[in-house]
């Protein structure tokens, strides 16, 4: 199951990799439990409430979670086929900016779409 809630997180000043990487984690770690509950609050807030809501995220980002156990286990088997397009190139993109991730050998993997009306593909490949 995912849970989607928008989140700001402060990226300091700090050029860093490894630090901007620890402080998007510890962010995440500070949201009230884990962003449930964000959901329930947007559809039952009314009147001057409601307008803390209107926000419409521009990036969304899902990890999917660390598969190395249940391959080396046989549990599952990852396929050897594409799994093709998501979703049609002709459907407006719900985020400028789409990245899912999971973890398998070892290795993050990130899968990245966007729309190629906002990004230019030479600065999503930079």
């Known amino acids: ?7 700001v997180l402060d990226m300091g000043e700090d050029r860093n990799v490894g630090r901007r990487v620890k402080n998007v984690k510890e ?3 500070r949201l009230p439990h884990k962003g449930i509950g964000y959901g329930i609050l947007r559809y ?19 990890y999917l979670g660390q598969f ?6 046989n549990a ?3 396929s050897p086929y594409s799994v093709g397009a998501s979703m049609s190139d002709t459907l407006t993109k719900r985020y400028a ?21 906002m990004f230019m593909k030479k600065s999503i490949k930079k």
């Open 1 to 7: 199951f995912t849970s989607q809630f928008p989140v």
């Open 27 to 29: 962010g995440l770690r």
């Open 44 to 62: 039952l807030a009314d009147g001057e409430g409601k307008s803390a809501f209107v926000a419409e995220p521009e990036i969304s980002f899902n």
């Open 68 to 73: 190395d156990q249940d391959l080396k286990q």
């Open 76 to 78: 599952f088997r990852m």
């Open 97 to 117: 900016l789409d990245i899912n991730s999971m973890i398998t050998d070892g290795a993050l993997e990130l899968t990245i779409s966007y729309g190629n009306k």
